[in-house]
């Protein structure tokens, strides 16, 4: 979450007035996160009346909004706690906002409790597995399909099209690591249980009251694919914090995933190569970030190296 399209109490109003949430009684930007404007706003004057967050998109094109507005609707209504999407009045799931650089969409959600934390703990760790075996199992009858974003096809693109630069910024070790990585990736084939997964799934995407998650937040990386790729992205994400009890730590989220989803033999012996696959992918992503940085009003680019170094320790184990 970021700030990138600025909106006036003028535009806030405007938009809520098409809503039966009550009338504007604050908002604020929240800084967190990379990948569309967030504010949370708070209304006054209905039965509806709360705390919501408004996403206006940067990124994501247009036909590709209503997968995410029903497939949160039906996590929601399936015993998943994440942000259930606001209706219209007209009963449309997205609005439209004009900024300068054109109109844009947007959509309101509900806002859940707990917060976010910076690192968890062995509970919270076994806490958030369980919370994705969850999400998992509450999105095996959605009956939508959507194609990985960012698998090997874009991965390719993307190193080759950065791979001078990175030479020039990161040296060329980063940039042999880079293409060493990708050539192993893309002669990987893997036939494992596949559904909608969430594919973000780090601590500023998780809400916790004491050690227990209450709520999955952001779900604007979510696609069909393998379930153990998901648990790859989290692992690397929550767990591996480069440490000598990583191994705990992983075990601990393994141990609260199969609480709920036991992983089948053919996941296990899939997990090492994928927990590099998705260290390539975020190192990727943010050596990409880093090197053609957006503005925006508040904005925050996570540093690459801290996925260089996990990609760099999994190739070694």
Known sequence: ?????????????????????GTLHGFEGIAAGIENSN???????????????????ERLADDELPYFMRLMKHLSQHGLSCPDVMVRKGGGLIFD??????????????????????????AQLRSSGKALAQLHLAGKAFPEHRDNPTDTNWLADTIDGMMADVQEKYGEGSAQL?????????????????????????VDNILFEGDAVSGIIDFYYAHTAAYATDIAVSLNAQAVLLGKDDRERIQAFLEGYESLRPLSEAEKEALPVLLRLGALRFWTSRLYDALY????????????????KKLVVHRAS
């Open 293 to 308: 940085p957006r503005g925006g009003a508040m904005t925050q680019t996570k540093d690459p190296e801290e996925y260089r």
């Open 97 to 122: 906002v004009h900024g300068d650089d054109g109109v844009k969409k947007g959509c309101i959600v509900s806002c859940l409790t707990g917060r976010t934390l910076d690192e968890l703990n062995i």
């Open 178 to 202: 880079l293409f060493d990585e990708l050539n192993i990736q893309q002669e990987q084939s893997f036939d494992l249980p596949t559904g909608v997964i969430h594919g973000d799934m780090f």
């Open 39 to 57: 504010f949370f706003i708070d209304t006054q004057g209905s039965p509806n009346s709360g705390r919501f967050v408004l996403t206006v998109f």
């Open 1 to 21: 979450m970021s700030v990138y399209t600025e909106l006036s109490q003028t535009d806030f109003e405007a938009i809520l007035g098409d809503y039966s949430l």
